[in-house]
């Protein structure tokens, strides 16, 4: 339990889980697990398979934990109409989310501020595909803007191949951008309030962290410590909470982030509702720190009380 509040204090609280997204399987077991956490903690919580239209099936209830991943869920449309019905909710707000899950605008934001991110353009059916892959060089990264799992994304390897992996990102999304290939390690940091978690190095056996690495695969290595002298960590996790807090977001959520060869971090995207199954990575960071899954579970739902203060 959080030091200040008891289990009734919570109300009747909504998991909200499922959803319509390409990523509702994930959805699903994250929302389990928080489901039976909050259970065990004494919460009076109640599971919900939230599809569209399903508003009216939130009556009754309290506060709600959103556990939905992408579009209807992550964007912003949810806590829009959340702060509608005066629902308290867990985590970031309208434009925060919104904005999160639109990684174009997430890197115009970023560059305003000086932020470290990888060179990139957007391209269309009518962009110089020569051209884009001599400015960015080769490997270089397709990916819709709004989209999540590796879903649409191509590491472009030979020259002439971006034409196709820019039709591919396009059935997924209007908004396609180009990307330069950094190669120097993946990391994932954990904002949970005030607090940041310690990073974690991801380190996949294929050749990206790809729909499979992510979860079908058994082989993608998880490294908490992330390996990083304390300086070079602590500089990532500064940025981590400059990302987090640049796009207005609250509560939790998490930055990832790729190193170039010289080790010089740099922004990737920020996750407003990242994974919460106990394999994931929240929950990983937060065992490093010393908190358990329930207990994180807990320190989530109570950033639902305070809301209004970000974006
Ligand atoms: N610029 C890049 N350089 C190297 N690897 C990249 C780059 N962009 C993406 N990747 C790889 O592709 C994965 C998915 O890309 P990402 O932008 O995180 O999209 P998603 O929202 O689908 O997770 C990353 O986790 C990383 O392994
Ligand atoms: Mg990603």
Avoid at 48 to 68: C, E, H, P, W
Avoid at 169 to 184: S, T, Y
Avoid at 290 to 301: E, K, P, Q, T
Wanted: include cysteine.
């Amino acid at each position: 339990m959080s030091e200040l509040r008891t289990a009734a204090d919570y109300g009747r609280v909504a998991v909200l889980m499922g959803g319509d997204s390409a990523e509702r399987e994930v959805s699903l077991k994250s929302g389990g697990a928080v489901l039976a956490a909050l259970s065990r903690a004494g919460v009076d919580a109640h599971g919900i398979d939230f599809r569209a239209g399903m508003l009216a099936s939130l009556a009754g209830f309290d506060r709600v934990f959103i556990v939905l991943h992408g579009r209807g869920g992550e964007d912003g449309t949810l806590q829009g109409a959340l702060e509608l019905m005066g629902l308290p909710y867990t985590g970031s707000g309208v434009l925060a989310s919104a904005l999160a899950m639109d990684k174009w605008r997430t890197k115009l934001v970023w560059s305003a501020l000086g932020l470290p991110i990888p060179a990139f353009e957007m391209i269309d059916a009518d962009s110089d595909f020569a051209a884009v892959e001599a400015r960015l060089g080769l490997p270089l990264f397709v990916k819709p803007a709004n989209e999540g799992s590796s879903v649409g994304v191509t590491k472009v390897k030979a020259p002439g191949e971006l034409a196709a992996a820019r039709a591919a990102a396009a059935r997924h999304d209007r908004l396609v951008i180009a990307e330069q290939f950094l190669g120097g390690g993946e990391y994932t940091v954990t904002v949970l309030g005030e607090q940041v978690l310690p990073a974690i190095r991801i380190v996949p056996a294929g050749e990206y962290y790809d729909y499979e690495a992510k979860y079908l695969r058994d082989d993608t290595r998880y490294l908490c410590p992330c390996g990083l002298d304390v300086a070079a960590e602590a500089e990532m996790r500064e940025l981590a909470r400059g990302g987090f807090d640049a796009l207005g977001c609250r509560g939790w959520g998490r930055v990832d982030f790729l190193l170039d060869t010289a080790g010089a971090p740099h922004l990737l995207e920020a996750n407003s509702v990242p994974g919460m199954t106990d394999h994931s990575l929240v929950p990983m960071a937060a065992k490093a720190a010393g908190l358990d899954f329930d207990s994180l579970c807990l320190r989530i739902l109570d950033s639902s009380f305070g809301a209004g203060e970000g974006a």
